[in-house]
């Protein structure tokens, strides 16, 4: 029985030495994941931002020549993500701290005004032109007037098109202007 009690005394020893050895490298350990905050935007925009941002993608272990130059970098990251959702007129406030574990991007944005489709314009040529199905897709499409401007819709527009003339035989069919104009 004393024999038993020893082991059991034992193993409980050796488990919590483990632990505080654990618990003492975590202590010590430097973060693997730095912080980015952002402030100011909506919950798609910000996912946006975060996804189109090259800094999001660095860890604390960056060397701080590559975190600077990103940094520096990331007022045209976050244009072109905004840009895509319909938002020309970007401010963005930063800061950059870097310490000896880490560092720390914060951005303060806002988006401004999200740019309305003021008009679409779809003429088809051609056979196309008294065909049923594009000319309810062209329908459909000219009904999104006054819709935020998404370059995503605008890119499935053409898209539409395209699989449509593929899927009705217009083989060789192609645009002949394709625009979007802001003011």
Known sequence: MAVMLRKLYFLQSLRLNTLLIVLGLLAFSQPTCAELNIKGLDDEAETNVRTTLALSKEACKTPEWKIRGLFDKADADIDEALRAL???????????????????????????????????????????????????????????????LRHDFYESIKGKFNTLAQDQGYLSSQFTEKKVTHR
């Open 86 to 148: 319909g938002y020309y007129h970007v401010v963005v406030e930063k800061t950059l701290t870097i310490k000896p574990a880490c560092w720390l991007a914060e951005f303060t944005i806002q988006a401004g005004e999200r740019t309305l489709i003021q008009d679409i314009r779809i003429t088809l040529i051609g056979a196309a032109a008294m065909d049923k199905d594009f000319m309810a897709l062209r329908e459909t499409l000219i009904a999104q007037k006054n819709q935020p």
